[in-house]
C-alpha cells in the first residue's frame, strides 16, 4: 500500500464526535407550540421546570436565543422550588443553546455548572449527560487533551453501570482522538500528552480501538465497530503496517455492511412476525372449529355453527386481502424509499446523506482546516446577452459538468453554483490532510480545460469563456440548511476570503491566499503578487499558481 493509499484516510471519519453522547432533540415548530400550550395549561410546577427544559431543549436549532431563555426561566423555578435536578438539566440546555450560537466560552461555563450539581446529588446519569456534552465542545475545538480527561471520567462511571454499549463507544473515541492528536501538527498536544512521541500515540489508539471491537463484538455494536476499525487502519497505516491496515480497512467495509444488514433484517422480520401471529391465529380459530365437529352439534345450534363457518370465511377473505396489500404496499415503500434515498444522494455528500437516514438530522460540524474554491467567468453578463436561455443552459452545464469530472478526480465535494459562479471544497465531510493539495491541483486542471477550449472554439469562429479561479484555505462550519429543500453548505470567514481571491485573481490565473500557499508552496510553482487589498479584508499576501514543481 503506497502513500497514496492515504485514500483511506480520506474515506475514514476518525473525527466523528463522541458517539453515544446525549444531545439535545432538535423538535419540529408543531412541536414547540404543543409544548408551549402543555404549558400555559399546567399548574404544577415540576412539570413546568420539565416543560421549560424540554423547550430550552426544543429551540436549540432553531431559535438558541428563546432557548436561552426558556433554560432561565426553567432554572429560576427550580431555584425557588430547590430542586437540583431541574437548576443541573436547565444549565445543561443554556450550554447546548450557546453551543448551538458558536459560544464556546459560555456553553462551558453552563455544562461545567451542571457537571458540578450532578456529581454533588451523586446522579451518575446526569454527569454522563453532562460529561458528553463537555467532551463534544472540547472535540469540536480540536483541545483532545481535555476531551480526554473527561472522557476517562465517563468511562470510570459507565464501567461502574456495567454499560458495554457506553464503555465501546468510550474506548473508540479514545482512540479516535489519539488519532486526532498524532495527526495533529502543531504537536503540542502530542508533547503533552504522549511526550511528543506520534508512535506512543498510534499505538494507545490502537489498544482502544481493539478494546471497542472486542466490547462491541460481544453485543453486536456494529457501529461502535465500524468507527474503532477505521482508527485502527489509520493508525496502523501511519505505523507502517500496510498489510494489517488493509485488513483493517476490509473489515470496516464489512462492518459497515452488516450495519445496513441489521436494518433492512429487523423490518423484514417484524413483518414476517406479525404476519406469523396472524396466521397462527386463523389456524387456531379452525381448530376450534373442527373440534366442536368431532364432538357433534346439535341440531338446534347448526345454525350457529354455519354462521360460524361463513364468519371465519369473511374473516379469511380480509386477513388475506390485508396481507396481499400490505405486501403490495411494502414494495412500493421500498421501491420509493430506495428512489428517495438516491435522489438524496445525488443532493447531499453521501456521508451525510447516510447520516441524515439514520438520525432524521445532521448536526453543524466545525472543521478545523479545509480548503475553499471559487471559479467565475468574466464578463459572463455580456456573453450570456447574445443566447437564448437554452443555450445559455446548455453553455453552463457543459462546463459545469466537466468541472464536476475534475473534482469528482480529486476527492473534492461540490458545494453549490451561483449563476456562473462555482463552488467546492476539500477536506470534508470527512477530514483530511490532503486538501490544499488536491483544490490547487483540482483548479490547474480547470485552468487549463478553459484554455484548451478557448483555441478551440476561436478555431471555429466562436466565442469562449475566461475564468477567474479563487482559493483559500482554514477553519469552518458545515451542515445542512433547509427543511424541505435539503442543501449542504459551509459558512465562515474561510469562504468569504476565497471568494475575495477570486474576485481579486486574474483571467486565466489560479490565485490563493497566504494560507494555502503556506501549504502547497512545496509542490507548487507560485509566484508572490504581494499584499494585495480585499473588500473589508484588508491588505491580504496572495499568490498565483502556475504549475507543479
Avoid at 507502517?240 to 470496516?252: E, I, M, N, P, Q
Avoid at 486565466?508 to 510553482?525: H, L, W
Wanted: proline letters at 1%.
Amino acid at each position: 500500500m503506497k502513500k497514496s493509499g492515504n485514500l483511506f484516510l480520506l474515506t475514514i471519519i476518525f473525527f466523528v464526535l463522541y458517539q453515544g453522547l446525549e444531545s439535545a432533540q432538535v423538535l419540529g415548530q408543531s412541536n414547540i407550540d404543543s409544548l408551549l400550550a402543555r404549558l400555559t395549561e399546567t399548574r404544577e410546577d415540576t412539570n413546568k421546570v420539565n416543560l421549560l427544559n424540554d423547550l430550552s431543549s426544543a429551540y436549540q436549532c432553531i431559535n438558541p436565543d428563546e432557548g436561552i431563555k426558556m433554560g432561565t426561566k426553567a432554572m429560576e423555578l427550580a431555584r425557588k422550588l430547590k430542586w437540583d435536578k431541574g437548576i443541573a438539566k436547565a444549565n445543561n440546555n443554556i450550554g447546548m443553546n450557546y453551543y448551538g450560537k458558536s459560544d464556546y466560552t459560555k456553553s462551558l461555563e453552563y455544562y461545567s455548572k451542571a457537571l458540578e450539581v450532578f456529581e454533588t446529588t451523586k446522579n451518575l446519569r446526569g454527569t454522563l449527560s453532562a460529561l458528553g456534552n463537555i467532551i463534544t465542545l472540547y472535540i469540536s475545538r480540536s483541545d483532545y487533551q481535555k476531551a480526554l480527561e473527561y472522557l476517562y471520567k465517563a468511562l470510570k462511571i459507565n464501567k461502574g453501570f456495567g454499560d458495554k454499549e457506553a464503555i465501546a463507544g468510550n474506548f473508540a473515541s479514545i482512540g479516535r482522538i489519539c488519532v486526532a492528536v498524532a495527526l495533529d501538527s502543531s504537536k503540542v498536544q502530542l508533547y503533552h500528552l504522549f511526550s511528543g512521541s506520534k508512535r506512543t500515540a498510534l499505538r494507545k489508539a490502537m489498544i482502544y480501538s481493539d478494546s471497542a471491537i472486542l466490547t462491541g463484538r460481544e453485543i453486536d455494536a456494529w457501529e461502535i465497530m465500524e468507527t474503532a476499525y477505521a482508527s485502527l487502519g489509520v493508525s496502523q497505516e501511519m505505523l507502517g503496517d500496510y498489510k494489517s491496515a488493509l485488513g483493517s480497512y476490509h473489515k470496516y467495509m464489512s462492518v459497515r455492511d452488516s450495519v445496513i444488514k441489521n436494518v433492512v433484517d429487523k423490518k423484514m422480520s417484524d413483518l414476517e412476525k406479525k404476519y406469523n401471529e396472524e396466521l397462527r391465529q386463523k389456524q387456531m380459530d379452525i381448530k376450534d372449529l373442527e373440534i366442536s365437529k368431532a364432538f357433534g352439534i346439535p341440531k338446534s345450534q347448526r345454525w350457529y355453527f354455519v354462521a360460524g363457518l361463513f364468519l371465519l370465511a369473511c374473516l379469511s377473505a380480509i386477513f388475506y386481502n390485508r396481507f396481499r396489500l400490505k405486501n403490495k404496499a411494502n414494495k412500493i415503500i421500498i421501491r420509493e424509499k430506495k428512489f428517495s434515498e438516491e435522489m438524496l444522494s445525488d443532493i447531499l455528500p453521501s456521508q451525510i446523506a447516510e447520516e441524515l437516514k439514520k438520525t432524521g438530522k445532521v448536526k453543524a460540524l466545525r472543521y478545523p482546516s479545509i480548503t475553499v474554491m471559487f471559479t467565475d467567468f468574466k464578463d459572463f453578463s455580456r456573453f450570456s446577452e447574445a443566447l437564448t436561455p437554452e443555450q445559455l443552459t446548455k453553455e453552463l452545464d457543459f462546463y459545469f459538468a466537466e468541472f464536476d469530472k475534475i473534482i469528482y478526480k480529486y476527492g473534492l465535494e461540490k458545494i453549490k453554483t451561483i449563476g456562473d459562479s462555482y463552488m467546492c471544497a476539500g477536506g470534508l465531510p470527512s477530514m483530511n490532510f490532503t486538501h490544499p493539495e488536491d483544490v490547487v491541483a483540482a483548479a490547474l486542471e480547470i485552468r487549463d480545460f478553459i484554455i484548451n477550449n478557448k483555441k478551440e472554439c476561436e478555431a471555429s469562429g466562436k466565442k469562449a469563456l475566461e475564468i477567474r479561479i479563487g482559493i483559500n484555505t482554514g477553519s469552518a462550519v458545515a451542515g445542512i440548511i433547509g427543511v424541505k429543500r435539503f442543501a449542504y453548505d459551509i459558512w465562515g470567514d474561510t469562504v468569504n476570503l476565497a471568494s475575495r481571491m477570486q474576485s481579486c485573481g486574474e483571467t486565466g490565473k489560479v490565485n490563493i491566499s497566504g494560507s494555502t500557499y503556506g501549504m502547497v508552496k512545496d509542490k507548487f510553482a507560485c509566484t508572490y503578487r504581494g499584499k494585495i487589498e480585499a473588500k473589508n479584508k484588508g491588505l491580504i499576501d496572495m499568490y498565483f499558481v502556475e504549475a507543479y514543481k
